[in-house]
């Protein structure tokens, strides 16, 4: 069966949906996902939805899934790269996307990420440098 | 007046005609150069539409038109299903109502998105939405 891949890179998730998703394709990510969250602990997921050419009300209803189930799995979820007219559409159709968080690209997606989990890499090694003293 | 230029029929059956549909109306919205944001606004009303006749009458057919109306070109999307039909078109037609699961945006938000906006519905026998997008409407 179809996939999207998702990466694991530290203790996030990025996942970038390249091709316009059929319904099958979306919940299927939105399981992957929330049992990837679970077995990596992962603190925050990336979604680049740069390659979508249109968000309905059923992709943006699988978006706000997956921020919800992450957040009660303890992870945030940025969604990036939304096209312009994409956003025109979605306000007009009258869903705003709640409960995930945007930025503009991958880039400032990752920048919102660290902030909102607490930089752990820094984390990480202040307490490696605590043991070793 | 509005002169239809060319028609086109699909049949909507499975979840899996949704993409192709999609595509198939981009392809007529750029072969009449319309701008991305109504091309985006057209694919995604087509869409909500054609989710809406897969979930309620189990599928259904859409007739794509190119119109010419004047000066301006456009659009025009009718689908048609033989489901259950609407009891109430008006509640139907309010935000945030929805006798399925989905966030009952569906109707109102798809209206927003385009230029014009028919729907009939026989309980018993059937809906026929219609909608049309003007190129720089």
New interface residues.
């Given amino acids: 069966m179809d996939r999207i891949p998702i990466l694991r890179m530290g203790r996030l998730l990025l996942v970038t949906i390249q091709i316009d998703l059929y319904d099958r394709l979306a919940t299927n990510l939105e399981t992957d996902l929330v049992q990837m969250v679970n077995k990596t602990e992962a603190k925050g997921v990336l979604i680049d939805i740069s390659a979508l050419s249109i968000v309905d009300s059923f992709m943006g209803r699988i978006l706000g899934n997956i921020g919800s189930m992450s957040k009660i799995m303890d992870a945030e979820t940025v969604v990036v790269g939304m096209q312009p007219a994409v956003a025109i559409t979605l306000i007009e159709l009258g869903l705003e996307l709640k409960g995930v968080h945007t930025a503009l690209n991958v880039e400032r997606g990752m920048e919102l990420l660290k902030e909102k989990i607490g930089n752990y890499d820094e984390d990480l090694s202040d307490e490696d440098e605590d043991s070793t003293e | 007046m509005k002169i239809v230029l060319s028609k086109d029929r699909m049949a909507i059956e499975r ?2 005609d ?2 192709p549909f ?2 198939r109306v ?1 392809e007529y919205a750029v072969k009449i150069g319309m701008s ?2 109504n ?3 057209l ?2 009303a087509a ?2 539409l054609v ?1 809406n006749m897969l979930k309620y009458a189990n599928g259904g057919t859409v007739l794509i038109e190119v119109l010419s109306q004047g000066r301006d070109s456009g659009i025009r999307l009718v689908f048609t299903d033989k489901g259950p039909g609407i009891k109430d078109i008006s509640l139907a037609m309010k ?1 945030g109502f929805s006798t399925g699961k ?2 009952g ?2 109707l ?3 209206k ?2 385009v230029n014009e906006f028919d729907i009939k519905s026989t309980v018993g026998e059937g809906t026929t939405v219609s909608i049309i997008k003007w190129k720089n409407g």
């Fill in positions: 979840e899996q949704v993409v999609r595509n981009k991305l944001v091309q985006t606004k694919i995604t869409s909500e989710r935000d989905s966030l945006i569906g109102p938000g798809t927003r998105l």
